[in-house]
């Protein structure tokens, strides 16, 4: 089972990134050309919401599945996603007025369209706003296969600072 706060960090991403999906999507479907960075942008926030909110829940109901090794590795990647997908769209639509009708006329991304360009400029916030807490978790991870080894039977690190936490020996111990 996960702690209290992880899930609380799971289901404010999770909302960071179903916003991500929205915004996403009114990308996608007034798209006139194609667009593989608004694309990835979609496979990037889906990834995320699949792997972090889904296992999470199915970790909550069993235990089993809450290995520190395959948590870091699912959060690595998830923050490695949503980076360069907020990088990717951030770096395409450049990030100049949105009431620049020059710009918006010759940028890919925008495509002419303002709301287009607030769109795209709210889908890179959320991103890293979601890539921010994606990095927390993979600190969190790592601390956690530090102290629990990688697949959560305790290492050789875990055990030595529990025997020192159990005091002076009884005459029964020795």
Known sequence: MLSVADNIVRIINAIFLIISIGLVSGLISSQTKHSSRVNFCMFAAAYGLLTDSFYGCLANLWSSLTYPVIMFVL????????????????????????SNKTYLDNNKITQGSGSRCHQAKAAVVFFYFSCILFLIKVVVSIAAMVQNGGFG???????RRARRQMGIPTISQV
């Open 75 to 98: 959060d690595f990647l998830n923050f490695l996603f949503t980076f360069i997908a907020g990088t990717a769209l951030a770096v395409g639509i450049r990030c100049h007025s949105c």
């Open 153 to 159: 039977f305790g290492n050789s690190f875990g055990r």
